[in-house]
């Protein structure tokens, strides 16, 4: 169980377009999603929460322009990197909160993204 | 600010050994602790959680929780190179939500 999934798992775009992520709670309901970032060997870094109809919370120093995220039902979470730059290259993760608390935090696989 | 720290390694163990990977947080109101494993190149997968002072076992990992110390640890019995990854521990502080604070994470290495 709490399997989570991402879509798609690379994506090589020219600078400039735009590029959608899916995330999705499998076999189970997230009513918060999480969107990290994390570049070659450095951390997992958060760059918003996203709850089910309403507006994400970003973490400081995120564009929520840039990064539009739209949680609109309990088992899908999209991220839209808008206009990216090759400084938005990087590996992307989303998780999915579960459990009896509903603080445990399942990842999917990540998605590879490549700006040229 | 709230902080969730860990040694970045590398912790090099031998093949059979058990592994000790540390982590000690500052919110002394958080409630629940995670270990998460991440191989290179892969997204962290969850290892347990624990939210009780004490010891929780699950296979050949043991997580220990001291609120009064506000460390907790993940031990790894028998280690196999196939554990060589990078291990976060992650914790929900107070007041955050469902957020986590993950660490930097420390790199396991077990040789042969």
């Known amino acids: 169980g709490a399997v989570v999934s991402q879509h798609p798992s690379w994506v090589i775009c020219k600078s400039g377009t735009s590029v959608k992520i899916e995330c999705r709670s499998l076999d189970f309901q997230a009513t918060t999603m999480f969107w990290y970032r994390q570049f070659p060997k450095q951390s997992l870094m958060l760059m918003a929460t996203s709850n089910e109809g309403s507006k994400a919370t970003y973490e400081q120093g995120v564009e929520k322009d840039k990064f539009l995220i739209n949680h609109a039902s309990l088992t899908l979470s999209t991220l839209t990197v808008t206009s990216a730059h090759p400084e938005d290259s990087s590996f992307y993760i989303c998780?999915?909160?579960?459990?009896?608390?509903?603080?445990?935090?399942?990842f999917g696989p990540g998605t590879r993204l490549l700006v040229l | 600010q709230k902080e969730v720290e860990q040694n970045s390694g590398p912790l090099s163990v031998p093949e059979g050994a058990i592994a000790s990977l540390n982590c000690t947080y500052s919110d002394r109101g958080s409630q629940s602790f995670f270990w998460y494993r991440q191989y290179s190149g892969k997204s962290p997968e969850l290892i347990m959680f624990i939210y009780s002072n004490g010891d929780k076992e699950d296979g050949r990992f043991t997580a220990q929780l001291n609120k009064a110390s506000q460390y907790v640890s993940l031990l790894i019995r028998d280690s196999q190179p196939s554990d060589s990854a990078t291990y976060l521990c992650a914790v929900k502080e107070s007041n955050a939500g469902n957020m986590l604070t993950f660490g930097g994470g420390t790199r396991l290495m077990v040789k042969p």
């Open positions: 998780s999915a909160g579960a459990g009896t608390r509903g603080e445990t935090q399942y």
